[in-house]
Each structure stands twice: as structure tokens, then as C-alpha cells.
DNA sequence: TAGTGGTCTAGACCACAGC
DNA sequence: CTGTGGTCTAGACCACTAT
């Protein structure tokens, strides 16, 4: 919640007005030029926060006419998104974690890309159960290059947030790409989940990395039907969600 | 391709260049100020170029040390989210469409909420299946708000991007809400596609709005499983990616 | 301490929407 | 034509990283 800029702070007024529909009759905003007034800051600043309510899908913007407020889903912090826990308890449910498995091993051909290691590198892995109000949700398949894993290994077993836990010692996650498909339950995952084997998971597929851009985690994530969407907003302005063949990319 | 603004321009040389790993050996751009210098703009320029590449995620920033190239996925056109027959294009696979069904209708809840229209409102819907290099792919259901349908409803059945059409027409798509999971067949998807009913689909639901924020379409799209994955970058900076509780919002 | 990115200012001109 | 957002400049100061 504490954000210095006073861009951000104008952004978060701005946000919680739109959300509260103070803009609604026709949806229009104010002009940059009066907000700058109204703030006592310059347009460029007002311009730095509008820029953030344009990339969250908040506002519209369009040269020659005044900026639109959207109807837009509700937002979620970044850590939200890497951490199960964190997102479990922003949704009201009661996050649950079993460790099933953790062993250094020398990387497979696919983790080494992932994590750009050369392949036989020696990582860290770890397998967890991920329960929602005490009923299993999700496998978590993860791998942790030798430094991370390291602070990984000594956690106690039952470390809900492991990510919590890495910002606490200092590693910083800022950079996270994301893939969502379908997959079908191998026999671990249809004995954790208590599913059929071969019945349909959905996946994601997610590589982390730190401000360096050195990946910090390689994990898939195989979620029990019915328990999770994602969602995304995109824009002309602001790219970033893709659509790729299978397996891609 | 085409960009006029400066700040474009740059951010296109200096995505080839990160591409092509001109910046590998540590992966560190040079300065802000260097490279105004470099291309004879103000640091501000430099500075939208960068913001462009940062959301992107083909760079991190970090206050005190350069910037460093990330490694990302290659990038996809917005009008490859929202137009299938580009996306297959792009992927170099031959796209094909058969429209299986369309009419005027008046609108359900669901429909009524995503389009903001009153529940009964007259809209156009159409089923379409759609096919990759001849064979089945996914399964369309979209809807049409009543000024909209009018331009789509005359459209030849066998037309192969209604989104092309659309801006061919003036009607401009600059924002879209995507939701991702999982759905079962029910039997008109699986007569389409060719599957057994109840079995798991990869589905996506979407909302695309115009500049003013007004909804343009409303569309589920359900894929059979191995043809399509979504991909997204989300960072600290720039956030847009979200996880919800399964079927919301 | 030097270099770098983050924030902010004050002004300018342009492109476009809508009257 | 007027008002609006989009682009660009030139400068300032600060917060942080790394040496």
C-alpha cells in the first residue's frame, strides 16, 4: 500500500474513484491539465499515473478526447500471482502445503533452458501438494538453481509461502513469464489430487526471475478443474499477454 | 511496423538489438544518457523507449545499476489476440472458419453483464468453428452488441476475420478482459470438434471494448487441448496478470 | 564517491475529435 | 476553431548500487 511517487499515490486516488464509479455519467475523466491543477503537480506527473491506470485496464485513453473510466477486473498484487498462499488468503480461502518431495538432482534438458543452466547442472527440487480449505488443488513442480536452493533446502517442510520466505533473505522476484495450457494427470498427480490418471489439469508453466534477470524458478503447476482462472487484460497501447502453438513457447 | 513517434522507433532498434543478443555479454544496455546521445534525443525519449521494452519484458530497470536484456518470449501483434485467422497466419499454419449457426437474439444474463446491456436486449450471436490447416481447432460462441451485429450479420458466412472486417469498417478494438481455464464439451462442441462429449477444453472468454470504452464483443472460445497456450509476461512494474477463484470474474 | 535509473518540472508543438 | 491527449525537450534533484 505505501507508495512514495506522488505519481502513485495520484494513480491509487484515481483508481479508487473510477472503481467507485465517480466517473460513471458518460465515464469521462477530468483533463491532464486539471488534474495537474487539482493536485498541484505538473501534467507530466499526471501523466505517469495515468500511464499505470492505462496499463491495469482502469482508463482508455485516445488523442483528441478526454480519457474513459472501464468496468475492469479487480486487480491482484504481482506477488499475488507468484505466491499460492498469498493468493489463496486474497480470495478468503485458508491456503494448505504438503511437501512431498525435495532432492538436489542435475538438471533435465528442460529445466536447463528454463533456468539457463547447463544441462546436469546439479538443482533443487521440490514437489508440493497445494490445498484450498483443506481439500488438494494443485501440484507444484519446482526447480531452484543451486544458489536459491541452498536457502530453499533449510525451510521447514511446511513453509506455506516459500516465496515469502526468499523476499525475506533478500531475493528479490520482479520478472515472471507465464504459459497456460491443458495437460492431463500423470499417476503422482491423480494420487495427490485424488483424480483419475489421464484426466485434464490445468497448467501453468512459470519462470521467475530477479532484477539481474538471472531465473530464480522453473515450476509447473497443475491445478484441479473448477479451482482457478486466470485472467489478463491487454491492450492496443500496453502488449503483453500471447497466444502461441502448443508447448509453446 | 509502421511507428512515427521517435520513442517507437527506438524501442524497435532496441528490441532487434536485445534479440539478437547485442547486449549478451552480461546483458547490461548502456545508459540512459548514452543513448540519448546515440540516437540525438532528450533522456525522455530514451526513457518511453525503455518504458515500452520494461512492459514487454525484453529489459528490467532497477534504480542504480543498467538495465539488463531478459530473455522473453517473441512478442505477439495485439490484433493477433483478437483475431484467430491472424494468429494462425503468424503461426504459419493456414487458418480456416465454418460458421455453424448465427442469429438475433435477446441477450442472457451473462451476455447482458459482459456487453452492459440491459437483459433481453437484441443481440447477434454467432457459432463458429474453426480450423487449423483443415482440421478442427476451436469452437466460437460470440456476441454482438445490436450496432455492431448490423455490420457483422451481412458478412459472408465464410469470412474468414470478422475482426479484420470490423476495422475495415471503422469499428476500433483497443482493450480486451481474457479469462482462462478449463470447460468440459458439452455436445454441440463435440459434434463440432470431433471429441467426446465431457471431455476438457482449454477455454477462454473475452471482452473487447473500443476507445470509449464501450463493449464491442463478448466470446468464448474453447480450444481442443495441444493446439493453443497462452503466454504473458507480468513484472513487479507493470502488473496485468491476475489469478482468480475458478469462473470469476 | 561516481554512475545510474526514478521522479518531477515547465514549457513547447503536434495530431486528432468534436463542435 | 477549441480542447484534448501524444510527443519531445532541457534541466533539476533524489535514491540506490557498486566500487
Known amino acids: 500500500m505505501t507508495a512514495q511517487a506522488r505519481y502513485r499515490l495520484i ?21 491532464e491539465e486539471g488534474l495537474a491543477q487539482q493536485y498541484g503537480v505538473s501534467r507530466g506527473t499526471v ?11 482502469t482508463v482508455t ?3 483528441g ?10 486487480l491482484h498484487d504481482f506477488a499475488e500471482l507468484l505466491s499460492f498462499s498469498r493468493w489463496a488468503r486474497s480470495q478468503g480461502l ?15 534438458p528442460e529445466e536447463a533452458a528454463q533456468l539457463r543452466l547447463p544441462q546436469g547442472a546439479q538443482l533443487f527440487r521440490v514437489v508440493r501438494l497445494r490445498l484450498l480449505d483443506g481439500r488438494p488443488a494443485m501440484v507444484e513442480r519446482t526447480a531452484y538453481p543451486q544458489a536459491v536452493g541452498e536457502l530453499v533446502a ?12 526468499l523476499e525475506r533473505v533478500g531475493v528479490l522476484l520482479t520478472d515472471a513469464d507465464h504459459t497456460v495450457d491443458l495437460t492431463v494427470a500423470d499417476p503422482q498427480d491423480a494420487e495427490l489430487l485424488g483424480c483419475a490418471p489421464g484426466a485434464a489439469l490445468l497448467r501453468e ?25 486466470f485472467t ?12 502461441h502453438s502448443a508447448d509453446g513457447p
Open 11 to 31: 494513480a491509487e486516488e484515481l483508481r479508487a474513484a473510477v472503481r467507485q464509479g465517480e466517473y460513471r455519467d458518460g465515464g469521462r475523466l477530468p483533463s
Open 47 to 57: 501523466r505517469q499515473a495515468l500511464a499505470v491506470l492505462r496499463a491495469e485496464g
Open 61 to 63: 485513453s485516445r488523442r
Open 65 to 74: 478526447t478526454r480519457r474513459v473510466a472501464l468496468e475492469s477486473p479487480p
Open 94 to 108: 485458508e491456503p494448505g502445503s504438503r511437501t512431498v518431495r525435495q532432492e538436489w538432482h542435475p538438471a533435465g
Open 154 to 165: 533449510p525451510l521447514p517442510a511446511d513453509t506455506f509461502s516459500v516465496t515469502e520466505q
Open 205 to 229: 508453466r512459470r519462470r521467475t526471475t530477479d532484477p539481474a534477470g538471472a531465473p530464480v524458478e522453473w515450476s509447473e503447476d497443475r491445478y484441479l478443474p473448477g479451482v482457478m482462472a
Open 232 to 243: 489478463v487484460h491487454s491492450s492496443r497501447a500496453v502488449p503483453g499477454l500471447g497466444r
